[in-house]
């Protein structure tokens, strides 16, 4: 195996043995092949377009590859059977797309990848396969690093996207132009051709649709379960027997809490489930009772200490510990190998397994809480007293620290940042990398001189579009560009939604973002001179150093 596709990548080169993650070489080879079908049904839904095609036309094939593509992200698939059905279910999708085309009286694509017949191959034989489209082969074939560094950057972050446009369409949310647009990325990348303007407007390219996934995203949320609003979720245990779900989508929660109604059984959220609690949809629910625990990376000791079955929706997932399979459900394209699979959202077998766990056998009091729900559509409403403050002196600086969290130890950096901070700063926080911070008692509960509330969890990773309609808002109020605000962004990278994300801030043009813990290793120092140079991009460093020229703007 050869993966490099997140930060926490072995020596920062590659999982070459077995993942980080622990993903296993068959598992990573076999998504190593589906990703070599998703470029082979991208040829021809180009093709297939092109001859004319309808939206509805090619409803499976855009329906195939957002689940295809999520399912190779980090933490979110390590069962090879279910990867092996996607290729096979793939090569189907492409030889009906063949006939459409040939139908049609279109074009049919050229070249290995267009041609590519996996239709008979055995698991050992797709294995075999596997080794010949590697990172290091396709990188050989092509023939410059920094051209492949440039497909590796569009290809993790297209899978960024996808994920983002699985999530809507969960609520009902295709956009075929997003869908030609996903295609065309992949089927540049098929090409495998050392071109590097070409291949760079097609890394700013999924940036955009990235923009235009999860401004969708936030439609989709708050036209089915209401604009998020600023509420109070407690996050100390309810006696009681109970379910936890982890994950981002809010739908399969919805899902639960109806078919849990009325059978005295409480649910938790968490992980990025946690601003589920700020939807009137979602918190009408009491037995909605509150968030358990703190981000994906502490899993086995936090699943394993609750006292009930545990659902997880979508990344992250991790090899589950002996203490707690059991009792571990996935759901959508979530898979482990030996855990339960929820089909056709039918929740009985988790609802009856909590109604004989133990449960809680207490509550605790006094109650503990965490504010959440701030996203743009009630913080826009703030901008006025956000501006004021800034004009007068009451806020030094906003800063936007989210993004995803991990294990390594350097993640503390964020830590340390949020609580070095001034204390009159303001804080816009979302993603998973919120929890390494959220808690602090340090910084529980603190309010600005103007009254508000000092860090607002704008959401999951999957609400990144609430951070970029608040600091366009705020730059036109202010009359500048989102560069000249008094804003600094420090983002925690792991995985390919921060990818997307990250695209999606370059595209816009946004500058001085600092990455960190580390910088991902598909980034060749030559792409990384090109990133400097034009967003001035900057890997974190020292806490007391990147606040300082923070603060000077820097
Ligand atoms: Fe966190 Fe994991 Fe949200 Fe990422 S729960 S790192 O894949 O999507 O954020
Ligand atoms: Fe390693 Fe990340 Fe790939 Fe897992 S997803 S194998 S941790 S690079």
């Known amino acids: 195996m050869f993966c490099r596709q997140c930060e926490q990548t072995q020596d920062h080169i590659a999982c070459r043995t077995v993942g980080i993650c622990g993903k296993s070489p068959e598992t990573s080879t076999m998504q190593d092949v589906l990703m070599h079908t998703v470029k082979s049904v991208s040829l021809w839904a180009v093709a297939a377009r092109e001859a004319g095609a309808s939206a509805d036309e090619m409803k499976e094939a855009n329906s195939w590859t957002l689940s295809s593509v999520f399912s190779t992200l980090t933490n979110v698939n390590f069962d090879e059977s279910r990867i092996a059905e996607y290729i096979k279910e793939g090569m189907t999708i492409k030889r009906d797309l ?20 996996l239709s008979k191959m055995d698991t050992d034989e797709l294995e075999d396969f596997g080794y010949t489209v590697s990172i290091p082969e396709l990188q050989k074939a092509m023939g410059n690093d920094d051209c492949f560094s440039l497909v590796e950057i569009a290809s993790y972050g297209a899978k960024g996207a996808c994920a983002y446009a699985a999530h809507c369409r969960q609520l009902g949310y295709v956009d075929e132009d997003v869908m030609t647009g996903i295609h065309h990325v992949f089927a540049k990348v098929a090409s495998n051709e050392p071109d590097m303007e070409g291949l760079l407007a097609n890394a700013l390219r999924v940036g955009e649709l990235n923009g235009k996934i999860l401004e969708m995203l936030d439609t989709a949320h708050a036209a089915t379960f209401g604009a998020p609003e600023p509420t109070q979720v407690k996050v100390t245990a309810t006696k009681g027997k109970c379910i936890l779900v982890s994950g981002h989508d809010l739908l399969d929660l919805e899902t639960l809490l109806k078919q849990t109604e009325g059978k005295g059984v409480n649910v938790y959220t968490h992980g990025e489930m946690l601003p589920a609690h700020g939807y009137p949809g979602l918190k009408k629910y009491p037995h909605l009772v509150g968030n358990y625990g703190t981000a994906w990376q502490n899993q086995k000791f936090e699943f394993a200490l609750f006292p009930g079955p545990v659902v997880v929706t979508t990344n992250c997932i991790l090899e589950p510990r002996r203490k707690y399979k059991d009792r571990l459900y996935s759901i959508n394209e979530v898979g482990v190998a030996g855990v339960k699979h929820i089909k056709d959202g039918d929740f009985s ?17 006094p109650a503990e809480y965490l504010t959440v729900g701030f996203n743009h559509r009630a913080v826009l409403p703030l901008a006025g007293k956000v501006i004021d403050a800034v004009q007068n002196g009451h806020i030094s600086r906003i800063f936007l620290i989210g993004g995803c969290d991990g294990s390594q130890f350097d993640r503390n950096y964020f830590t340390e940042l949020a609580e070095e901070l001034p204390d009159d700063t303001l804080i816009l926080t979302l993603g ?18 103007n009254g508000m509330p000092r860090i607002l969890d704008m959401g999951q990773c999957n609400d990144s579009y609430s951070a970029i309609v608040v600091a366009t808002e705020l730059a036109k109020a202010l009359d500048c560009t989102v560069n000249d605000l008094p804003l600094s962004l420090c983002l925690s990278h792991l995985e390919q939604k921060a990818a997307a994300v990250l695209l999606t801030l370059l595209q816009m043009g946004v500058k001085n973002i600092r990455l960190g813990p580390s910088l991902p290793a598909y980034i060749t120092p030559n792409v990384l001179d090109v990133l400097v140079q034009n967003y001035n991009i900057m890997p974190t460093g020292d806490v007391q150093g990147d606040i300082k020229m923070m603060m000077e703007g820097k």
Request: aromatic share 4%.
């Open 349 to 365: 077998e988790v609802i009856e397994q909590a109604q004989s766990c133990k449960g809680f056998p207490r509550t605790i009091d």
């Open 432 to 449: 998973c990398a919120k929890n390494r911070f959220i808690h602090s008692k340090k910084l529980l509960g603190q309010t600005l001189a």
């Open 98 to 117: 063949e006939q459409m085309v040939r139908a049609k009286g279109g074009v049919a694509p050229d070249g290995d990848v267009a041609r590519l017949d």
